[in-house]
């Protein structure tokens, strides 16, 4: 008898000091046609390709900054190192990028940064050939 009251209490502070946690969830939209050059003027943030060069952790912000090299580019960096903020780790919709690996990286503008999560990288990575062909040649850093 002891034991279910002791259950049932327990459940029911859980139940009141409890705090909702969300996992990193992502919805599939319906495939639609896209005018790239449209959709690129009207996009307030970064688009380019590159090579991760360097992954550093900020503790405080449970954040990653992100070195690119940057190859070619279509909008928002010129140079060629780019920086892009995204979470942790992937429960909380941060992209995993890898050292030495080449990405093509859509990035929103947030606070005066470039931001990438999993759920629109997901999105912009499973129509990569249709951005890069739709969008044409991008321009190279420092031209």
């Not at 139940?15 to 969300?22: K, L």
């Not at 503790?59 to 940057?70: D, G």
């Not at 990288?121 to 951005?131: M, Q, T």
Request: net charge positive.
């Amino acid at each position: 008898m002891k034991k279910i009251v002791l259950v049932i209490c327990s459940i029911a502070l859980l139940g009141v000091f409890g705090q909702a946690t969300y996992g990193c969830s992502c919805r599939e939209g319906k495939a639609q046609r896209v005018s790239y050059k449209k959709w690129l003027k009207n996009f307030d943030g970064s688009v380019f390709v590159g090579r991760v060069v360097r992954i550093e952790k900020i503790e405080a912000r449970y954040e990653l900054k992100v070195t690119f090299e940057v190859e070619t580019y279509w909008k928002g960096v010129e140079t060629s190192q780019a920086f892009i903020y995204t979470a942790m780790d992937g429960a909380a919709c941060g992209v995993h990028y890898v050292e030495g690996k080449n990405y093509f990286v859509v990035a929103q503008r947030s606070e005066g940064k470039f931001y990438t999560d999993l759920c629109s990288w997901l999105g912009y990575s499973k129509n990569e050939k249709a951005y890069l062909k739709g969008l044409g040649k991008g321009k190279s850093p420092g031209t």
